[in-house]
């Protein structure tokens, strides 16, 4: 257990360590090449202070930062583009050659917008709402707190630090789209993922899960219908259950609903589809929830069924896998390497440029070999940091 404590405290060190050494580092550059740009200096330190923590923010969840944090952010990354571009503007003839020495800062500043923007929790789509209330429903921007939820964990594919949007409710349940950020190393996507809750049951069920499309091969029960043995993969511990609740009308429902897969969990019986939610998989899937549990067999429910849990609210049943701190060391390392990297070509080539252009000799503080060699290792160890960080996401994210 100290062991265990000592290394986190290490790795939290190691990870306060790479973003001050980054700052300075960005800081005493032009010092290499013996060129000074008016306001590098205080751009500099505003990027070290404000934009490095931003920029370990970004890389250190899997998923969106909570609102006051994306707002945090977003100011944070206006101050600092604002100062660069004041100091562009102090350069004034030399603005082109100070531009290309911190052009590296001005993408990473466009890369943290676009991540914010990717998982920025937009408002309920137009057509949605349209779609819900045509039929009645109601659409809300977040999960109303008064929402009847099953009081189980949902076993869905849904990664950490998930967001709810788009919720449509219904008289006997509610549609959603579960959001968060999936990692692949230094690589991220945005998931979504369509919800179709039901009404609860009155007991709870033994799991079930009936997962669309994936020709896995590891299928726990073969049915009578080779078409949807061929669509569907059955997951579950009882065949005898499974094959009661799979009966031939709820196969077809399942099948003319496709892609829709199925989880039946304690208290829940939940519907979910891999894309965002959209007017035609809203009506869809609420549409196979309503209609699955309008047919649950009754012998079904008092064979296999069991007192359901009292509590309620929306949980899903998260993944072992998780990131370690390591891996956001790794991370954040990589990033930092691949920006002091970037940020020293840059400085080498305006340095270089502008003094062709005045007509001087170019006389760095290192010979040019030596320089250029320093970016090659540093790209390097970026490079292999990103790799390891990418081998260690796909075992742990």
Same mark, same amino acid.
């Given at each position: 257990?100290?062991?265990?404590?000592?290394?986190?405290?290490?790795?939290?060190?190691?990870?306060?360590?790479?973003?001050?050494?980054?700052?300075?580092?960005?800081?005493?550059?032009?010092?290499?090449?013996?060129?000074?740009?008016?306001?590098?200096?205080?751009?500099?330190?505003?990027?070290?202070?404000?934009?490095?923590?931003?920029?370990?923010?970004?890389?250190?969840?899997?998923? %969106?930062?909570?609102?006051?944090?994306?707002?945090?952010?977003?100011?944070?990354?206006?101050?600092?583009?604002?100062?660069?571009?004041?100091?562009? #503007?102090?350069?004034?003839?030399?603005?082109?050659?100070?531009?290309?020495?911190? %052009?590296?800062?001005?993408?990473?500043?466009?890369?943290?917008?676009?991540?914010?923007? #990717?998982?920025?929790?937009?408002? /309920?789509?137009?057509?949605?709402?349209?779609?819900?209330?045509?039929?009645?429903?109601?659409? #809300?921007?977040?999960?109303?707190?008064?929402?009847?939820?099953?009081?189980?964990?949902?076993?869905?594919?849904?990664?950490?630090?998930?967001?709810?949007?788009?919720?449509?409710?219904?008289?006997?349940?509610?549609?959603?789209?579960?959001?968060?950020?999936?990692?692949?190393?230094?690589?991220?996507?945005?998931?979504?993922?369509?919800?179709?809750?039901?009404?609860?049951?009155?007991?709870?069920?033994?799991?079930?899960?009936?997962?669309?499309?994936?020709?896995? /091969?590891?299928?726990?029960?073969?049915?009578?219908?080779?078409?949807?043995?061929?669509?569907?993969?059955?997951?579950?511990?009882? %065949?005898?259950?499974?094959?009661?609740?799979?009966?031939?009308?709820?196969?077809?429902?399942?099948?003319?609903?496709?892609?829709?897969?199925?989880?039946?969990?304690?208290?829940?019986?939940?519907?979910?589809?891999?894309?965002?939610?959209?007017?035609?998989?809203?009506?869809?899937?609420?549409?196979?929830?309503?209609?699955? /549990?309008?047919?649950?067999?009754?012998?079904?429910?008092?064979?296999?069924?069991?007192?359901?849990?009292? %509590?309620?609210?929306?949980?899903?049943?998260?993944?072992?896998?998780?990131?370690?701190?390591?891996?956001?060391?790794?991370?954040?390392?990589?990033?930092?390497?691949?920006?002091?990297?970037?940020?020293?070509?840059?400085?080498?080539?305006?340095?270089?440029?502008?003094?062709?252009?005045?007509?001087?000799?170019?006389?760095?503080? #290192?010979?040019?070999? /030596?320089?250029?060699?320093?970016?090659?290792?540093?790209?390097?160890?970026?490079?292999?940091?990103?790799?390891?960080?990418?081998?260690?996401?796909?075992?742990?994210?």
């Amino acid at each position: 257990m100290r062991s265990k404590s000592l290394g986190s405290g290490m790795l939290s060190v190691a990870y306060l360590l790479v973003l001050v050494n980054t700052g300075i580092a960005l800081l005493l550059m032009p010092q290499l090449v013996n060129a000074d740009w008016p306001g590098w200096t205080s751009s500099m330190v505003g990027f070290a202070i404000l934009g490095m923590p931003v920029v370990g923010l970004l890389v250190s969840g899997s998923g %969106s930062p909570a609102r006051i944090g994306r707002w945090i952010g977003v100011l944070v990354i206006a101050a600092v583009a604002v100062r660069i571009v004041w100091s562009l #503007y102090d350069a004034g003839s030399r603005a082109a050659f100070a531009a290309i020495a911190i %052009s590296p800062l001005l993408v990473l500043l466009l890369v943290a917008v676009l991540l914010f923007v #990717y998982s920025w929790p937009w408002a /309920t789509t137009r057509a949605l709402a349209d779609a819900a209330q045509a039929r009645g429903w109601t659409a #809300y921007r977040e999960l109303p707190p008064d929402l009847d939820l099953p009081g189980t964990a949902l076993p869905l594919p849904v990664g950490r630090r998930w967001v709810v949007r788009n919720v449509v409710r219904t008289p006997d349940g509610a549609a959603f789209e579960v959001r968060w950020l999936e990692w692949h190393g230094l690589l991220c996507r945005r998931r979504r993922l369509a919800v179709f809750v039901g009404a609860r049951l009155p007991v709870a069920l033994p799991w079930l899960q009936v997962v669309p499309g994936r020709a896995l /091969t590891r299928s726990d029960l073969s049915l009578e219908s080779a078409e949807f043995n061929r669509s569907f993969d059955v997951l579950g511990e009882d %065949s005898r259950y499974l094959m009661a609740m799979l009966q031939p009308r709820a196969m077809q429902l399942l099948l003319d609903a496709k892609p829709v897969g199925l989880v039946v969990a304690g208290d829940a019986l939940v519907a979910y589809d891999e894309q965002g939610l959209t007017p035609e998989s809203l009506v869809r899937g609420v549409t196979a929830v309503q209609r699955l /549990t309008a047919i649950l067999p009754r012998h079904v429910l008092d064979q296999w069924g069991t007192n359901r849990t009292s %509590s309620a609210g929306l949980r899903f049943a998260q993944p072992e896998r998780k990131v370690t701190q390591g891996l956001v060391v790794l991370r954040l390392l990589a990033t930092s390497l691949g920006l002091i990297a970037l940020a020293l070509a840059a400085v080498l080539a305006a340095a270089a440029a502008e003094s062709q252009s005045l007509g001087v000799a170019f006389e760095p503080k #290192y010979s040019v070999g /030596t320089l250029l060699v320093a970016v090659l290792v540093l790209a390097a160890a970026a490079v292999g940091c990103g790799y390891l960080a990418r081998s260690q996401g796909s075992e742990v994210a």
